[in-house]
């Protein structure tokens, strides 16, 4: 079945860093979702990028979707200690209303 | 809009009882919502999507007759876990899909249920 891997598994930085995180599906996908998950909260919707090279941007944070629609990126630039928590891309393979598959996340901390 | 609830926030059962766990969508109608479960530190899991009016899909390794779902009305989704045991603990996560709406879903705060 489908899966979607995302690297790194953690990733601490010192703020004012710049941070990555990579998704990678085993299928293509017909559009990719970014959710940001706060310690002890549950998932909060970031951005959903459609089109293949859609790179789109919410101030410090930047989202790739691969011309093959098969990887995703989100980047922060100059990380506060407001970004922590857990990023999770979730990617839809089928028609809409399908599920989303979640990728195991990447859990940032900073240091101030 | 798009506000999603979930009750209960959290729950304890002894071993051997079932616990049901209920998903609304308060400001849209949603026509599929999904149920994922969440262990500590790792990501969501889909447990099944839940249709209006139809059977629920499940997952591979999703025991239908442990896990019931029930899709009631558009803006309604309980999760039933039968015969909890220990091994269930875990957060229970909803979300809904906006009818008519291609991609869009929207969390529930989930249930931290624990089962003695």
């Known amino acids: 079945g489908q899966q979607v891997m995302q690297i790194p598994q953690y990733q601490h930085v010192q703020e004012g860093e710049d941070f990555t995180t990579y998704c990678n599906s085993s299928t293509t996908l017909s559009n990719i979702q970014w959710y940001k998950q706060r310690p002890g909260g549950h998932p909060v919707f970031l951005i959903q990028l459609v089109k293949s090279g859609e790179v789109k941007k919410q101030k410090r944070l930047t989202f790739q979707f691969g011309e093959a629609k098969k990887n995703s990126s989100l980047h922060i630039t100059a990380t506060q200690t407001t970004d922590v928590g857990t990023y999770f891309c979730a990617g839809r393979s089928g028609q809409a209303g399908t599920a989303l598959i979640f990728g195991k996340g990447t859990t940032l901390s900073v240091s101030s | 809009g798009a506000v999603v609830s979930q009750h209960p926030s959290w729950v304890i059962c002894k071993s051997g009882t079932s616990v049901k766990i209920e998903c609304r969508s308060l400001?849209?109608?949603?026509?599929?919502m999904f149920w994922y479960r969440q262990f500590p530190k790792q990501s969501l899991m889909l447990m099944a999507t839940s249709n209006e009016g139809s059977k629920a899909t499940y997952e591979q390794g999703v025991e239908k007759d442990k896990f019931l779902i029930n899709h009631a009305s558009l803006t309604l989704s309980t999760l039933t876990v039968t015969s909890a045991h220990p091994e269930d603990s875990s957060f229970y996560i909803c979300?809904?899909?906006?009818?008519?709406?291609?991609?869009?879903?929207?969390f529930g705060p989930g249930t931290r249920l624990t089962v003695l």
């Open positions: 979300s809904a899909a906006p009818s008519g709406s291609t991609d869009t879903q929207y």
């Open positions: 400001d849209f109608q949603a026509t599929t």
